[in-house]
């Protein structure tokens, strides 16, 4: 039996002291009421107030019979914590509109706060509870007394504070936190529920009345495609304030500061801005970013709310190695010749052939000698050593573009040690008779389990033709071998399909007009490999159809495992560059430019010498074709940055994932991290095992240092023998702007806020309701509370209750003659 009522002075609750003689009670009362009722039955209608007196002095009286126990509780003076937290990062340092900055009301508030005469409201709190003062920026400190508090931290660890308390305090009496902070933290979490279990937190709003215009880089997000002309998309979403009529200015700039681009519109636009670049080199690449407000005349606004978060330096990771494409061709041919040609001045592609100039060596050889077996393209070789000099009946190869004597020497890759160190494969005019059943179930182990690109190209010896269907390789591709279909009479003309319309990858232009006039201009194509079945899950990018508009696919790709297959089925796609090179003849010879996809084909080179550039058409879609077949393959030493803000300012965790060979993750490996930072001073750190992802290794850097830093990984493994492997290395690096992520923003985040503050079960309050937020703080729920109890029965009042409740009532039935 138990009655709660809140006051002003804590929660009071009525309860039972000696619950054994409720039923006498319960009796002793029923009784009395209903010999109340007996008596008064007739004059029941008249006595009505009479006789509910009687009843209740009554039922006062049985109650005393349990010893009603009057108790009330109020946090025990000095035994709960209650912690204030202020945040001291330099985010305070903006103005507001009464032309003070937030760091100045915050110094007034605490010293209203810290006041003695009247009792501040920190004292106030210290009366009541045991009082801890924290400052908070890069990390969690306690202080005695705040005294003059000095704004200059470099970061906001607002949820890291926030967590560390939770963890500290786990089991004691903690009643709240009161947070004293703008919001902006520099290391928000995906969610503040991970908070949940924390005593309730109180953040104090302050006024966001600025006055001041701001413009900020609010955000950068980069990605990469396989399009030729800007791989690299820059999307800049700004952060304008008191807009007005200004206009804002971002403009992007390249790690030297030399201008690339710049965009001006209305600063009430809150759409980003695009950026499209091509870098010349590979690796990691600096970009910055600045934004600026310009006035009607066009003239920069210098009196902004900060300048600090104008500039944003962002970095783009192109990766360290070129990817490395192996194209086998069953015979030398143009297609061939022009896709190298398209990728040799690419610092991201390698393009490596082997390419079968004979299937066999002819009966008749005037320069062989009597008793050779072997074929006299290879005389000069050692007679023991067989495995070199390759016999008549051996198909001839040749290897173009390898790194060295033994690079591709046996020919097609046996083993996945060899075939592994590439990226993607080309397949062009080559049957499947010319591999082993084992190097067939090795392409179809590159692209499942190693994630490696299969592009088959069109040709006589290729898809159907060439006999892939029922072999492990035919069962990679998009297209379905098993069943034929009628050729096509005459030329064919390629279109795109809707799927295609909207892969980067697939278009030259960004214009449709112009992506329409370039698919007009291209030729008809003679040679087709006619599959009209496409597998479940494939994408048809291209198709082709013929004067009667027949169709049938021309590119079609799809994921297959961890990698990717695709199907040109064009067998004489380089009529497309010839067309081009006769175009450009022409134009000269007319003295005539070409408006619509320019073309300025490479020069003669010498050995040696540098390549210029492919800018045509078709090269530029081959560049984009072999991009996008390489461009989600994992490497052998894939070295990822995590910014780790829990851990200090800049502070950020390198983790680097190992693969053997094999691209099984190797977790017997030495890792080494060799970091550069913006001066140019070197730092090695040794990779740790991480304990939670086998074959990742790990290290923590401190990058205060605003700039660009660089990192190289090496890794060192050992075979199954024991002996050394080469080493593997891998490189990145990143953006490291404490400052910038200080004042990102100059609004206070009301809805990390308010959210910290419905996950823990407190509030917020505004900074002029402190002093009313103070005084509720006893009447609030704590851990320890002080219990305060006394009998109901004892204290004078009761009694008094029920004499007047037995008085009235006698003198009621007096006053109108009754006994």
């Given at each position: ?428 005019d080559i049957e499947a008779g010319f591999f082993l059943a084992d190097q067939l179930t090795l392409i179809y182990d590159f692209v499942s389990r190693r994630g490696g690109g299969l592009l088959m190209l069109g040709g006589q010896e290729s898809f159907r033709q060439g006999e892939y269907d029922r072999t492990p390789v035919g069962e990679m591709l998009p297209v379905d071998l098993s069943r034929s279909m009628d050729v096509p009479v005459g030329p064919v003309r390629m279109t795109l399909t809707r799927d295609g319309w909207l892969q980067p990858w697939i278009r030259i232009y960004d214009d449709e007009s112009e992506e329409q006039d370039r698919l007009d201009r291209m030729p008809g194509f003679l040679t087709l490999n006619a599959t009209g079945f496409v597998r479940l899950g494939a994408v048809v990018m291209a198709e082709v159809q013929d004067t009667s508009d027949n169709r049938w696919p021309a590119l079609v790709t799809q994921r297959f495992g961890k990698g990717r297959s695709a199907a ?252």
């Open positions: 039996m138990m009655c709660e009522l809140w006051t002003q002075t804590g929660l009071i609750t009525i309860v039972a002291g000696d619950p054994d003689w409720l039923p006498a009670a319960v009796g002793v009362a029923i009784l009395g009421v209903a010999l109340a009722l007996w008596l008064n039955w007739r004059r029941l209608s008249g006595q009505v107030l009479g006789t509910t007196l009687r009843i209740a002095g009554w039922m006062l009286l049985a109650a005393c019979l349990v010893n009603p126990l009057w108790t009330s509780s109020r946090p025990k003076r000095g035994a709960n914590v209650l912690a204030v937290v202020t945040d001291i990062s330099r985010s305070h340092l903006v103005k507001t509109d009464s032309e003070q900055s937030r760091s100045e009301i915050l110094k007034r508030l605490i010293e209203v706060g810290e006041s003695n005469e009247p009792a501040g409201w920190l004292n106030r709190i210290d009366q009541d509870f045991e009082l801890r003062r924290y400052v908070v920026s890069d990390r969690l400190r306690q202080v005695e007394q705040y005294g003059d508090l000095q704004f200059e931290g470099v970061a906001s660890s607002v949820y890291t504070a926030l967590d560390q308390l939770k963890q500290r305090y786990d089991g004691q009496p903690l009643a709240g936190i009161v947070l004293i902070s703008d919001g902006n933290a520099t290391d928000l979490p995906a969610s503040a529920e991970q908070l949940s279990g924390i005593a309730p937190v109180y953040p104090i709003l302050m006024r966001d009345d600025g006055n001041y215009p701001d413009a900020a880089i609010g955000s950068v997000a980069t990605s990469q495609t396989a399009f030729d002309d800007a791989p690299v998309t820059i999307l800049v979403q700004p952060a304008v304030l008191q807009a007005g009529s200004y206009q804002l200015q971002v403009t992007l700039l390249d790690a030297e500061g030399n201008l690339l681009e710049t965009q001006t519109r209305p600063a009430s636009d809150d759409t980003p801005f695009r950026f499209r670049n091509r870098p010349t080199e590979g690796g990691t690449v600096f970009y910055q970013v600045r934004a600026s407000l310009l006035d009607p005349s066009g003239e920069e606004v210098v009196e902004e709310t900060t300048l600090v978060n104008n500039d944003r330096l962002i970095s783009v990771d192109r990766g360290s190695q070129p990817r490395r494409v192996l194209y086998v061709s069953g015979r030398p041919n143009w297609e061939f010749k022009f896709l190298r040609r398209a990728v040799e001045t690419d610092p991201m592609l390698e393009l490596v052939g082997l390419i079968r100039i004979a299937k066999k060596e002819a009966k008749f050889d005037f320069r062989g000698r009597d008793g050779e077996r072997s074929n006299s393209l290879f005389r000069g070789f050692e007679k023991d050593e067989q495995e070199i000099a390759e016999e008549y009946d051996e198909p001839v190869m040749v290897r173009i573009g390898t790194r060295d004597d033994n690079e591709l020497r046996g020919g097609f890759p046996e083993t996945a040690e060899e075939l592994f160190v590439y990226d993607a494969i080309v397949l062009d040109l089925c064009i067998g004489d796609f380089w009529r497309w560059r010839l067309r081009e090179g006769l175009d450009s003849l022409r134009d000269a010879d007319g003295n005539q430019s070409m408006t619509n996809g320019q073309m300025r084909s490479p020069s003669i080179v010498a050995p040696g010498g540098i390549a210029n550039e492919d800018y045509g058409q078709h090269a530029s879609a081959c560049r984009q074709m072999l991009r996008w077949l390489v461009s989600d393959v994992p490497r052998q030493l894939d070295i990822s940055i995590k910014p780790d803000p829990a851990l200090g300012v800049g502070s950020v965790r390198i983790q680097a994932t190992v693969k053997g060979p094999d691209f099984e993750l190797r977790e017997n490996a030495d890792v080494r991290f060799d970091v550069v930072d913006p001066d140019g001073r070197p730092l090695q750190i040794v990779g740790e095992p991480s304990a939670n992802d086998p074959g990742v290794f790990e290290a923590v850097v401190a990058a205060e240092k605003a700039g660009a830093w660089r990192v190289t990984g090496t890794a060192q493994m050992v075979d199954d023998e024991g002996e050394d492997l080469d080493p593997i290395v891998a490189a990145s690096g990143w953006a490291s702007q404490p400052d910038q992520d200080e004042m990102k923003s100059v609004r206070i985040n009301h809805t990390f806020l308010k959210e910290v503050a419905d996950v823990s079960g407190g509030r917020t309050v505004s900074i002029d309701d402190i002093d009313s937020f103070v005084d509720s703080l006893p009447q609030t729920s704590v851990p320890l509370v002080e219990i305060h109890s006394w009998p109901l029965w004892h204290q004078w009042w009761v009694f008094l209750i029920a004499i007047g409740c037995f008085a009235t009532d006698w003198t009621l039935r007096r006053r109108r003659g009754l006994p």
